[in-house]
């Protein structure tokens, strides 16, 4: 699976692509002041009666072990697991009751909060680590539990943290930061009735895309998989976005594709051309930078395989523009990527309707619904450098 999301931990090591952002540059005396944990006030909003458990893990910057974090933000590593894969330890902090706040500590993680709905959700250990759930598999043991999760870093430099559908739309929930002055940023929510909506949405789209949708054997929907798990689990046919390439691939036969990957630099530029089986991207002096292949549906929704994007400042950025290009449908429209403007995303009929449909629903229209969402800064992100409370809150399923 995805697992962390890909340019989160990007986003704290190099420059942030196409976004606005830069790179995290050297820790400021004010910005060293960031203490070892931080409040996260976790407040349920769900309209469930529901026991919520709450888990907090990830990697300790400081060390680079793996664990677990308790209500106070006390770290713990994981036990050694096995394989077959062990029972980790009882990592769940009992969460809020509807209508009701709880604060708990987060420590210096690169990591995720996970909460559930009902049941503790199960992790395991293997010599090489934790096993995370994985949505896609229908014999995880967690794949008929509602469950959902955010993603954060926490260092130095401040938090990050985002709302994510990268691996699936479920439980419906937004995060924010109180910054210094006391001002609240917040991201994830989503209109009135959105929840409803998108399911409702996905259910009438024409071409396989209400196979992503799973429900439990009471009724409950879960989730709906992202298009990439979709594919995996053979819930959408892989063959979903093959038009929509191969009209990208005919196009840049005969013209050319010019990316701009970093915001800041707009002087750096590449220039894509077709070539048989094969997207070459020149720099400006003609020389070939780097090389792609024709990629599939699951390459393009996953940003990986045949587009991967290695932590470079060439591949990486180029891979992050085309995937972005591709999962909103502006390759054809607009031969200079990234697209700015939101409002011609996902106009072709050959779509990742999945994102499509979960940005419509988003209060402030942004979201993470694919790896590279953040390209052009369309994230469901917030960031403060002196972070004084992290918020998680618990929305209706509405």
């Not at 990208?248 to 800041?264: C, M, Q, R």
Request: one cysteine or more; glycine letters at 10%; aromatic letters at 10%.
């Amino acid at each position: 699976m995805l697992a962390l999301r890909k340019s989160l931990v990007a986003l704290v090591a190099a420059a942030a692509v196409g976004t606005g952002l830069t790179a995290v540059g050297p820790v400021s005396h004010a910005e060293a002041a960031v203490p070892t944990t931080i409040p996260l006030e976790l407040k349920n909003n769900s309209g469930r009666g529901d026991q919520v458990y709450v888990y907090v893990i990830g990697t300790l910057l400081s060390t680079g072990q793996q664990g677990w974090a308790d209500a106070n933000g006390t770290f713990h590593a994981w036990p050694a697991g096995g394989n077959p894969p062990t029972p980790a330890p009882d990592a769940s902090i009992a969460g809020p009751a509807n209508g009701q706040t709880k604060t708990i500590r987060m420590p210096k993680f690169s990591g995720r909060v996970y909460f559930s709905y009902g049941q503790k959700l199960v992790f395991k250990l293997t010599t090489g680590g934790l096993v995370q759930p994985a949505v896609q598999n229908p014999s995880d043991p967690n794949a008929n539990i509602l469950f959902n999760w955010t993603e954060y870093t926490l260092n130095d430099a401040g938090l990050w943290i985002n709302s994510t559908q990268v691996d699936m739309f479920s439980a419906p929930y937004a995060v924010g930061v109180k910054t210094a002055a006391g001002t609240v940023k917040t991201t994830g929510h989503l209109k009135p009735g959105g929840y409803t909506a998108f399911f409702n949405s996905l259910r009438s789209q024409s071409g396989g895309w209400a196979g992503l949708i799973r429900t439990r054997s009471d009724g409950t929907i879960l989730r709906a998989l992202a298009p990439g798990h979709g594919i995996e689990a053979g819930a959408l046919p892989s063959t979903v976005m093959n038009d929509y390439i191969n009209r990208v691939w005919t196009k840049y036969a005969s013209s050319t594709l010019t990316v701009t990957p970093f915001a800041d630099q707009p002087g750096t530029k590449y220039f894509g051309r077709v070539s048989g089986n094969v997207m070459n991207f020149t720099n400006s002096s003609g020389a070939v930078v780097t090389s792609f292949q024709k990629p599939d549906s699951d390459s393009v929704f996953g940003c990986y395989k045949l587009l991967d994007a290695p932590n470079d400042l060439v591949r990486g950025p180029i891979s992050r523009t085309l995937c972005a290009g591709y999962n909103r449908s502006t390759l054809l429209t607009n031969p200079n990527q990234p697209d700015s403007g939101s409002g011609s995303f996902y106009q072709d009929a050959v779509t990742n309707h999945y994102s499509k449909k979960i940005h419509e629903q988003m209060a402030d229209g942004k979201a993470y619904g694919f790896a590279f969402d953040d390209v052009g800064a369309h994230e469901s992100l917030v960031n403060d450098g002196n972070p004084q409370t992290a918020y998680i809150t618990l929305d209706p399923f509405s």
